[in-house]
């Protein structure tokens, strides 16, 4: 059974950067990994993806050039670096696979950007 523990969240000026990190209890070499979030009063929202060798990587419009994922299979870590953040970036970040397995879900970790 995989679990998953993000961290990395805070809060931070607007146009300033946070790395999150999420670090998985069992393997997760053989799936693509994504970073999800979920704002107050909003549904969860795909962020960016990244396959298996790392070698593609994808992200919503939202956040392309801003964002860059990245991960460390023999650590089994996948990394979300943050630049230039807005305020709209305000939200609870989470890690899954992708396509996501409801059971790997975790706490997630907060990030909160002021203007």
């Known amino acids: 059974q995989v679990q998953l523990v993000e961290s990395g969240g805070g809060l931070v000026q607007a146009g300033g950067s946070l790395r999150l990190s999420c670090r998985a209890s069992?393997?997760?070499?053989?799936?693509?990994m994504a970073w999800f979030r979920q704002a107050p009063g909003k549904e969860r929202e795909f962020v960016a993806r990244?396959?298996?060798?790392?070698?593609?990587?994808s992200y919503a419009d939202s956040v392309k050039g801003r964002f860059t994922i990245s991960r460390d299979s023999a650590k089994n870590t996948v990394y979300l670096q943050m630049n230039s953040l807005k305020p709209e970036d305000t939200a609870v970040y989470y890690c899954n696979a992708d396509p996501p397995f409801s059971e790997w879900w975790g706490q997630g970790t907060q990030v909160t950007v002021s203007s």
């Open positions: 069992g393997r997760t070499s053989s799936y693509a």
């Open positions: 990244i396959n298996r060798s790392a070698w593609i990587t």
